[in-house]
Structure formats: C-alpha cells, structure tokens
C-alpha cells in the first residue's frame, strides 16, 4: 500500500506490506542542488538508497537513477513515441541500450502499463487502475494467471 503522508515537514509516499503495516520505504521529494529529487529512504536509519531526479538531456525530459555520493548514473528513463505510442524507456549508461519499453496500452476496459521486452515483444507484467473499496489503485497482475501481485493505492 502506497500512501502520501507528512512526516517531518516532508511529504512522504510510504510503502506498507500487506495488514502488517510495516514501513518498507520512504520515498521524499527533496530539493538537491536545485533539482527536485526522490529520495528513498531504509526503515529508522534514514540512510538514503537512491535518488531520482529529473534531468533535461538532449531534449528529452529523462528520469536519472545516481548511486550514493558518487553519483554515477545508473539508469536513464526518457519518454518516447514509438510506433503511436508514448513509452518509458530504459537506457544502459553509454551504450544506449533499450532495456525496457513501458507503453500505455487499453486491455478489456482498463488503462494499463505493459513491460515489454527487447524486440520478442513479449509482456511482463501488466500494471491497471482499478477502483478498491473506495481508493483508486495500481494493480500488478501475473502473465495469463490474471494473480494480484500488488495493489499500490494513493490516498
């Protein structure tokens, strides 16, 4: 479960797991060197796994994974057109490599998020939004099995 809270003067999402309402992570906006960041957070150390911000590069709006104060890039998320569709996708450092194509595609009435792999095309997972118990929620649902994985919630 996936929540916004306040915490600290910080608005923070939280991760719970299932009814233990455990904290799994913390993920802040903070501002960093004039970029707003996400920042994730472990447990009561507070010890900062990985910050997200949004960069500008070569015209396109890209989502940068850096690892601890090296800040070695690790990931670059950019939002393409791909055939007619708006997709995320993943690039390997130098190389350029697509790793993962994200597209929002509509399957039997729902909005969906479809992980695509490299050029098989084949699909990972399928992320929709459903409506549970009042809440508007992220689904993960398993291949054909159609299995709940996790249901992520904003609140």
Do not use: I, K, P, Y
């Not at 299932?18 to 992570?25: I, N, P, Q, S, T």
């Not at 010890?47 to 070569?58: C, F, I, P, Y």
């Not at 950019?78 to 190389?95: F, H, I, K």
């Not at 459903?130 to 904003?154: I, Q």
């Amino acid at each position: 479960m996936q929540r916004l809270v306040e915490d600290a003067g910080e608005t923070c999402l939280v991760a719970r797991s299932g009814d233990e309402g455990m904290v799994e992570r913390v993920w802040s906006l903070v501002e960093d060197a004039g970029e707003t960041c996400l920042v994730a957070r472990s447990g009561d150390e507070g010890m900062v796994e990985r910050v997200w911000s949004l960069v500008e590069d070569a015209g396109e709006t890209c989502l940068v994974a850096r690892s601890g104060d090296e800040g070695m890039v690790e990931r670059v998320w950019s939002l393409v057109e791909d055939a007619g569709e708006t997709c995320l996708v993943a690039r390997s450092g130098d190389e350029g490599m697509v790793e993962r194509v994200w597209s929002l595609v509509e399957d039997a009435g729902e909005t969906c998020l479809v992980a695509r792999s490299g050029d098989e095309g084949m699909v990972e997972r399928v992320w929709s939004l459903v409506e549970d118990a009042g809440e508007t929620c992220l689904v993960a649902r398993s291949g054909d099995e159609g299995m709940v994985e996790r249901v992520w919630s904003c609140v």
